[in-house]
């Protein structure tokens, strides 16, 4: 009986119907607290990246208080009804870069809300094994970086996944991302390394858009000065007409 | 040891009705694969994970209780069916039953660990690739009743753990010159500067060699096979 086509058949049935019942329910049921741990982490991010969130600090409520964010496309004109939590960037990231809706994050100061002091920009890329992503947070003359924020899937640990640390992050501030000629040419990670820490900080510093390398990353390196590059450039009209804003002030 | 192996074997094949929860038979199940027949020293099942994992103590913590978690129930499950299971297709009927844990585990970790299921990454997913599971369901629970494939999933799983926290404790102390991110080096006023090699795969295979080494030393081991 065991072994006939007719038990086997109705056994394998029952079973994945059973199986899909409690994975579905199991789904549906964490489903808010999933989504709730995802939404906290985003505004983290983005936090990180001015250096506003440190151990113990209320993300939610200094990210309700001092965060403006809207939709702009690549011509830098702000796209209205839509806010920034309906634009999936990993999935903008297919789209070509002409047609990408591009969330700008602009943190105001913590005593005076009327008073822009920095701008934060999503970023979304690939590394050497899979994507990577982040955040970069630029001073309110929309050119030298405040901060940045990485963050990846398979990077090699210990290599490329270094990228994630401290370390690697603080190489970027106080760099610019445009020429005195007013041209828009990123921040380079080079190639080599110059010991790490404090001693890679040094050997880059007055360069105003070259930071140490990762010594057996160059790939991922790579990766990810493309994918800031790519996402400045998309970013660049929206630069442009704020900064001539803010000049004219 | 041989003599430890062949009474683990005979508990597998005999564990008679009506005995004590945790009968010297039962309490051996989990006490085996500690030492004697660890799934990861001995039976060297488990090894991908056991490289993966390990950079830092607490993922492996975590690690280590996602697969107790699968290897429990899904041998606790297996063993309650395992009379209705039709052969022919036992190994499919295994796979899913093992897939649901996993995905059961992940989901939890994504709504309730979300930093730590963000380093597990993909390898919560792997479990179920993992051979110490599917391994101890055609082994030992396909013949055995509930209780004692429940109590040998854990003490397989734990034995998986155990290698799993040591790996990742020297790792962690010599590759980032801490434990449970705290860094013990700095502490004790030591500069100590990390070794990429603990950092990397090759590393954890290097104190996986040594572990094993250090027990066969102790308890005996001869090639006899």
């Known amino acids: ?249 | 040891m041989s003599t430890e192996v062949a009474e683990s074997k005979a508990a597998a094949v005999v564990v008679k009705e009506s005995e004590p929860l945790f009968s010297k038979k039962n309490r051996k199940l989990l006490q085996n694969p500690l030492d004697g027949d660890n799934p990861i020293t001995v039976q060297v099942l488990g090894i991908c994970s056991a490289l993966a994992v390990t950079v830092q103590v607490k993922p492996a913590i975590v690690m280590s209780l996602g697969v107790i978690f699968v290897t429990a129930f899904s041998s606790l499950f297996i063993s309650l069916i395992r009379n209705t299971i039709p052969s022919r297709i036992r190994i499919i009927v295994q796979l899913s039953i093992v897939a649901m844990w996993v995905i059961i585990v992940d989901q939890v970790l994504k709504a309730y660990a979300y930093d730590v299921s963000k380093q597990l990454s993909t390898y919560v997913g792997l479990i179920i690739t993992n051979c110490i599971v599917m391994g101890r369901l055609e082994a030992f629970a396909m013949g055995n009743k509930p209780w004692p494939s429940f109590l040998d999933g854990i003490g397989n799983g734990l034995g998986y753990g155990v290698i799993l926290v040591i790996v990742a404790f020297f790792r962690e102390l010599f590759g980032s010159g801490s434990v449970m991110g705290f860094k013990i080096f700095e502490a004790v006023g030591i500069n100590y500067q990390g070794n990429g090699l603990m950092m990397l795969p090759a590393g954890a295979c290097v104190i996986i060699g040594l572990i094993i080494w250090a027990q066969r030393a102790r308890n005996g081991y001869s090639e006899e096979h």
């Open chain 1, 1 to 249: 009986m065991r072994q006939s086509n007719v038990y086997v058949v109705v056994y394998a049935a029952i079973l994945t119907v059973v199986c899909g019942v409690l994975l579905a329910a199991t789904a549906i049921g964490l489903k808010p607290k999933q989504q709730e741990n995802i939404e906290l982490e985003r505004k983290k991010n983005i936090l990180t990246a001015v250096g506003l969130a440190s151990e113990g600090t209320d993300i939610a409520g200094v990210y309700n208080s001092q965060v403006n964010a809207y939709v702009v496309d690549a011509k830098g004109n702000k796209v209205e009804g839509m806010v920034v939590t309906d634009v999936d960037v990993a999935m903008e990231y297919k789209k070509p870069a002409a047609e990408r809706l591009l969330p700008v994050y602009e943190i105001k100061s913590a005593t005076n809300p009327e008073e822009i002091v920095n701008y934060v920009l999503p970023l979304y890329g690939y590394g050497l094994w899979d994507n990577i992503w982040g955040y970069v947070a630029l001073e309110k003359d929309l050119n030298t970086i405040k901060g940045v924020t990485f963050d990846h899937r398979g990077e090699t640990a210990g290599l490329g996944a270094r990228i994630a640390t401290e370390e690697i992050q603080e190489r970027y501030v106080g760099k610019k991302i445009y020429s005195t000629e007013g041209e828009l040419v990123s921040v380079t990670i080079m190639k080599g390394e110059n010991g790490g820490g404090e001693r890679s900080l040094e050997a880059y510093k007055g360069k105003d858009h070259q930071i140490d390398g990762m010594s057996g990353a160059t790939i991922t390196g790579k990766g990810v000065n493309e994918m800031l590059s790519d996402y400045l450039k998309m970013y660049d009209s929206f630069f442009k007409s704020n900064q001539s804003s803010i000049s004219s002030l």
